[in-house]
């Protein structure tokens, strides 16, 4: 669809597409889970990313299912972006942000000051360019690997906080 779309409260994504023109805006307290529900199925599909920007100002938390990237979109984090991969880092899988096969999108995303990007468990960004101002953590025995084509760049901190923890850039 078009046009901008605010989100107060508590919102729920299960999968599908975020196509369209416009904004998605997660409001200051307001929160928005990427939900992998373990006994209904048909909700643990991928999500897209295929033009629509979105805003956190709020909470997102990404709890599996992992997210494609058909067409350049910005996501412009104020708040806090937390990712609780099931994978361990003893575990060769990945939580997945990636390009979709024959399609050339990425994802900018703005860590602003004062934000924070929170990972858990096993995670690759491979369709993200991350232009990091606040804190970017990687928390207990995870991996985030920023594997984007494109440079990741900014003023913001970097920490493994756990000594199991690893940040890597490819």
Same mark, same amino acid.
């Given at each position: 669809?078009?046009?901008? !779309? ?18 998605? @805006? !997660? ?22 990313? #295929? ?5 956190? &100002? ?10 494609? !990237? =058909? #067409?350049?979109?910005?996501?412009? /984090? ?5 990712? &609780?991969?099931?994978?361990?880092? @003893?575990? =060769? ?16 995303? /703005? /860590? &602003?000051?004062? #934000? ?5 468990? /096993? ?27 494109? =440079?990741? &760049? ?10 199991? #923890?690893?940040? =890597?850039?490819?």
């Amino acid at each position: 669809g078009t046009g901008d !779309v605010v989100l107060t409260g508590e919102s729920l994504w299960a999968g599908g597409t975020l196509g369209g023109n416009g904004t998605i @805006t !997660v409001a200051e307290g307001a929160t928005l889970t990427r939900l992998v529900h373990p006994n209904v199925p048909e909700y643990n599909g991928d999500l897209y990313f #295929a033009g629509r920007n979105l805003v956190n &100002q709020g909470t997102i938390t990404w709890t599996g299912g992992n997210m494609g !990237v =058909e #067409a350049n979109v910005t996501l412009t /984090n104020e708040g806090l972006f937390e990712i &609780q991969s099931p994978y361990p880092k @003893t575990s =060769e899988d990945f939580l997945l942000w990636a390009q979709v096969v024959g399609s050339n999108g990425v994802v900018t995303f /703005n /860590n &602003q000051s004062g #934000a924070t990007l929170r990972a858990r468990g /096993n995670t690759g960004f491979g369709a993200v360019i991350l232009n990091n101002k606040g804190d970017v953590e990687v928390v207990g025995s995870s991996r985030l690997a920023l594997a984007t084509p494109g =440079e990741h &760049q900014g003023t913001g901190h970097y920490q493994a906080v756990d000594a199991d #923890a690893s940040l =890597e850039f490819h």
